[in-house]
């Protein structure tokens, strides 16, 4: 087995790496405008990456509309796709971070900044996988096509203009889960619940739907009240005043148990006080509270397939005159989404409030023996000697935007998981070992 990649390879991927996590691609509407609709800064990644791909030896292209691009190598009638995003999700008010976000820090072990792990760097180690395979002066017997999104963070209008418009691949891997690979993805359903407001609280907090929030804050004339229900709960919050910081941990949503929720915690807290009366503060923090599995709003929702559900309590909203609280759920594959809906609304009539859809996306599932998934597989495990069997995932990747498509890395399952997180940062070694997979992989489908 030949090994494609070189230092000088390993060298220019990790420069390269460093000027996209320099772009701040995070979605900005309020900048858009023709040909850029998530804002300047995901349009710049977008290009930059793309003028990247020329520079080593891809054809590009460009969607007029600004919402997709795509590089793409080889001849054929067969189309192998590998999907990657240049969107990230924002910093601003993530606690922790020890070197500015969008300016990368190379240490001796480590590139750190945010987007390393999900998904510029991925993306990087891929294409220069292919690189490799272009300086090996190999044959390509089909067509590789880069596929690079910019709203994957938000609601996927890239991937799906480009289903719109483009052609569709004939199977393909997404760099952006953790190896050996993923085969089913739960459902994804986002939604908001939207009440009255309220003249005793204003509360504002979290951000992104799928980050669960590691920090809540309540200033008011009842923080005595509201210090002491957190010191009976035994929650973590700090006091200065009228004003109460709750501390949480922040994971990615598809994780949501393995997080510390600290809106649930303060909505827990707020309620017990007995001050304040408003029904998305009750649904929070008398019915949901630190439940992560949704069992206390809907029910118990599992398959033997890809486990039992998720929620994440991701933000929340109250003013005089409205209240809201957005929640991201994952569904087990097999789980209808009209059952859940039809359980949400229920609880949403039973306390006088809306519902309403933000986001869906339907549940992946490949079976085991495709094709496709045994060459992956079984190139992996050549590679490294690792025969961790291939995972369910509640994430959502693109695999599940195509037809015969998966999650393939690029974490390994003892990676540190920054997703989402402060300090975002990747392993130097395992970037270049997730170059020489890729390779390998690309040449063994795309070149034999």
Same mark, same amino acid.
């Given at each position: ?258 997080? +510390? =929720?600290?809106? *649930?915690?303060? &909505?827990? $807290?707020?309620? #017990?006080?007995?001050? %304040? ?114 995972? +369910? =995932?509640?994430? *959502?990747?693109? &695999?599940? $935007?195509?037809? #015969?498509?998966?999650? %393939? ?40």
């Amino acid at each position: 087995m030949m090994a494609f990649i070189t230092k000088t390879h390993q060298e220019e991927a990790l420069a390269a790496l460093q000027d996209l996590v320099a772009i701040p691609s995070v979605l900005d509407e309020s900048q858009a405008k023709p040909g850029q609709p998530f804002g300047p800064e995901c349009l710049r990644a977008l290009e930059h990456t793309l003028a990247l791909c020329e520079s080593l030896g891809l054809r590009t292209f460009k969607d007029p509309e600004g919402y997709y691009g795509y590089a793409e190598v080889g001849q054929g009638e067969d189309l192998f796709g590998i999907l990657c995003h240049l969107d990230v999700v924002p910093a601003v008010g993530q606690t922790g971070w020890q070197t500015e976000p969008f300016t990368p820090v190379v240490t001796d072990e480590t590139i750190i900044g945010r987007g390393t792990q999900d998904d510029k760097g991925p993306t990087i180690a891929a294409l220069y996988g292919v690189k490799a395979l272009l300086d090996a002066k190999v044959t390509f017997n089909q067509r590789v096509r880069f596929i690079f999104g910019t709203d994957e963070e938000n609601l996927w209008r890239c991937i799906n203009r480009y289903n719109e418009k483009e052609e569709m691949i004939t199977a393909g891997f997404v760099p952006d889960s953790k190896f050996p690979l993923t085969f089913a993805e739960k459902g994804l359903l986002q939604v908001y619940f939207e009440g009255p407001g309220s003249e005793q609280l204003t509360l504002q907090a979290g951000g992104s739907l799928n980050v669960v929030p590691d920090h809540a804050e309540y200033q008011g004339s009842e923080a005595a009240a509201v210090a002491s229900e957190l010191k009976k709960l035994g929650y973590d919050f700090q006091q200065q005043g009228e004003e109460i910081a709750v501390a949480g941990k922040s994971v990615h949503s598809k994780l949501a148990p393995q997080g +510390v =929720n600290a809106i *649930a915690r303060l &909505a827990e $807290a707020l309620v #017990n006080t007995g001050e %304040f009366a408003n029904p998305i503060l009750e649904i929070v923090g008398k019915v949901i509270k630190e439940d992560a599995t949704g069992e206390s709003l809907v029910g118990l929702f599992t398959d033997e397939v890809s486990g039992p559900m998720t929620l994440n309590v991701a933000n929340i909203t109250i003013t005089p005159e409205n209240s809201r609280v957005g929640l991201d759920i994952r569904y087990p594959v097999t789980l209808e989404k009209e059952t859940l809906v039809k359980a949400l609304g229920e609880v949403c009539a039973e306390y006088g409030v809306t519902y309403r859809e933000h986001d869906y996306i339907a549940p992946l599932y490949v079976p085991l023996d495709s094709e496709l998934i045994v060459t992956l597989l079984g190139t992996y495990r050549e590679l490294t000697g690792d025969m961790t069997e291939p995972f +369910v =995932n509640g994430g *959502a990747t693109f &695999a599940r $935007a195509m037809n #015969n498509c998966v999650a %393939f890395g690029a974490m390994f399952v003892d990676t540190p998981d920054y997703l989402h997180q402060a300090n975002e940062q990747w392993p130097l070694a395992s970037l270049y070992q997730v170059m020489e997979i890729y390779a390998e992989t690309i040449y063994r489908i795309c070149c034999k």
